[in-house]
């Protein structure tokens, strides 16, 4: 014989549960609509300032692909900008596993003549004031990938300064700086070797 | 009244979750780097602490007491989803920085902490007060700690503030010392701890003044009472 209070305390729980979850869902019903518009307006931002001139419905088109890049098997989310329907640049979302923190995913955009359009970090976890310099709200160092490719600069100088490289680093910081300089020449480097499509 | 006025002293002073009670640590170290994320993560704070005060002390008498704690906490859990559905969808870009702080609210421990000391004995007014005012004073004290970081920091006060406040926080952003290189020790975790050891030091000291300016008070009436009182 189950005592009377356990099972009014049962019932007690069920009903509030039951009426967290209509309210909880409720919720989400509502917003999910405005919360897919917010994703979707940040990636076609972020993905706009790396590449314009496109005419296609960029996030459609995305596709993803598993692929060996940074030293890991990763999937990566690749997003095709077309322009008359010819290809002309690929969004890459990767990840880049040695920052000084672990992982930094980056957006990196390459033109089909193997030129960099640009890199930007999506998420990092380097530390605050020193490695995050990279982020554009911090400082404009990244920025500088715009344009370049394997023969600009020499691959011997795909490196940081303090590396005998090209590229400035930042006052007490190095590895989150050498992290993003050897990230890019990566990408070009499997760009240029590989099929994308 | 004096009862309102009690409860309003308690949040904001006496019993304040982040100085005296020194609840909730886990948020208030992590996301007081600047004065946004401050104010966005008390204002969260202090909505969930509000509406799991008012429901708890509303069904306070149908609440059996075996059962309070796993329901306290379902509700909490509730309006803290609720909430972080409403920010993803109205302040998304400020959902992005605080991040895994928003549902951790849910494991602020002063949010329970009130229900079961507060809402669970008291009227739902009374709650209500109690969930404000409790949540104001542990907004403050993040405010203030937000704004000791980021003017060490980074130099700036409200930097970003157009992320809650639209177009109209652009103007609000302040450059307190320009081209400063910033001062690492206060953006980091062990800044925090210091930022806020100062700050509970500062209110004990205002504290021990008080009470003592008060019992010199009454010590000099009671030597005016006996001066008059003797020939």
Redesign the interface.
């Known amino acids: 014989m189950i005592q009377r209070p356990i099972i009014n305390a049962g019932i007690l729980l069920v009903v509030f549960t039951s009426v967290s979850i209509f309210f909880v869902s409720f919720t989400q019903d509502q917003t999910k609509d405005q919360i897919r518009y917010n994703e979707e307006q940040l990636l076609i931002k972020r993905l706009g300032e790396l590449v314009d001139g496109y005419d296609n419905k960029i996030l459609d088109d995305k596709f993803s692909k598993n692929i060996n890049i940074h030293g890991v098997d990763q999937e990566v989310n690749i997003y095709p900008a077309k322009s008359n329907n010819k290809t002309f640049a690929y969004l890459v979302e990767h990840t880049y596993p040695n920052g000084y923190n672990g992982n930094i995913r980056l957006l990196t955009g390459v033109g089909t003549d193997n030129t960099l359009l640009g890199v930007r970090v999506i998420t990092h976890k380097e530390t605050p004031g020193l490695g995050d310099k990279i982020d554009t709200r911090k400082s404009s160092w990244i920025e500088q990938f715009a344009g370049l490719s394997l023969s600009n600069p020499l691959p011997s100088q795909w490196k940081v300064k303090s590396d005998g490289g090209a590229f400035d680093s930042f006052t007490g910081a190095t590895i989150t700086p050498r992290a993003i300089v050897t990230a890019s020449y990566q990408v070009l480097e499997y760009f240029s070797q590989h099929e994308i499509e | 009244m004096d009862d309102y006025i009690k409860i309003t002293r308690n949040g904001l002073w006496n019993n304040n979750q982040a100085l005296v009670a020194l609840l909730g640590l886990c948020p208030l170290l992590a996301v007081t780097?600047n004065i946004v994320n401050a104010i966005a993560l008390g204002a969260a704070t202090t909505f969930v602490l509000v509406c799991s005060n008012v429901t708890v002390s509303i069904f306070r008498k149908?609440?059996?007491k075996?059962?309070r704690i796993?329901?306290f906490v379902?509700?909490i859990s509730?309006f803290v989803?609720?909430v972080e559905?409403?920010m993803?969808?109205?302040f998304?870009d400020l959902y992005?920085i605080l991040g895994i702080f928003v549902p951790l609210i849910v494991t602020n421990c002063a949010i329970l902490g009130r229900a079961e000391a507060f809402a669970s004995k008291n009227s739902w007014d009374k709650s209500a007060i109690d969930g404000l005012m409790m949540g104001v004073g542990f907004s403050v004290v993040l405010v203030i700690l937000g704004a000791m970081r980021e003017a060490i920091?980074n130099g700036t006060l409200f930097d970003?503030s157009s992320l809650l406040f639209g177009s109209v926080g652009e103007s609000l952003s302040i450059t307190l010392f320009e081209n400063y290189q910033?001062t690492?020790l206060a953006?980091?975790p062990p800044g925090a701890f210091i930022g806020l050891g100062l700050i509970v030091a500062l209110k004990n000291l205002i504290d021990v003044r008080t009470a003592d300016a008060s019992s010199l008070v009454s010590h000099n009436e009671n030597v005016a009472a006996n001066s008059v009182g003797s020939p």
């Open positions: 780097n149908q609440i059996s075996e059962v796993p329901i379902l509700l509730s989803t609720i559905l409403l993803q969808s109205f998304y992005l920091g970003q910033g690492l953006v980091l």
